[in-house]
């Protein structure tokens, strides 16, 4: 991320309404960031390939591509967080975007300061105490600085937030942790006991790492009580 240089932090806004993309981009730009825009989900996916931004702001409903489709083919190539931008009653497209590999959600209309909140949360990653900690658990290998993850030496592609949960999940391997506190540090927003994006990226997860959906036994689901990394299980 640049933000271990000057360079400012690079955000893409793809949204095919002008209006809407240009009054993010200035609000975005009043608070320091780089803002780029597409309006056409096939351009935005090779503008992403090519420019590599630190965040991306992705609408649902696009020309060319849609933002599904858009965020299903970039996580081949881009790990970095997505938030989709979805429509005020679409909970089908909240659920599809999470399980495409989007970070976050927001529903239409936007709201600047939430919108700001959510592009800082997914920013300002948690990481151990020591960012120079490697996380090594059996053949499990995780680096969270040059933010690469290895499995009985096999590189795995995971998306920004999918790494930093099994990161989170990692460094607390042994102990259950709830969604409650999944979603605080994840999202940095209250669990509504609704909210499915952990579950999907848990989901996600354990398919990349080879855990059974049925009977999991790397990720564990512990019944009242979570989620919990079973230590003795890589």
Known sequence: MNTETEQPIHIMVVEDDESLAA???????SHEYQVSVATRGDDALELIRADDPDLVVLDVMLPGLTGLE??????????RPIIMLTAQSEEDDEIRGLETGADDFLAKPVKPKVLLARIKALLRRDLPDDPNHIVRIGGLYIDPVSRTLTLDDEDINLSSHEFDLLTLLATQAGTPVSREQLI??????????????????????????????TA?????????????LAPDAW
């Open 70 to 79: 858009v965020c299903e083919q970039a996580r081949e190539f881009y790990s």
């Open 23 to 29: 009054w993010i981009a200035d609000y975005l730009n």
């Open 216 to 228: 999991p036994e790397r990720i564990k689901t512990i019944r009242g009580k979570g989620y919990m």
């Open 184 to 213: 605080s540090q994840m999202r940095g927003i209250e669990y509504d006991g609704l909210d499915r994006s952990i579950d999907i990226s848990i989901s996600r997860m354990r398919k990349k790492l080879g855990d059974a959906a």
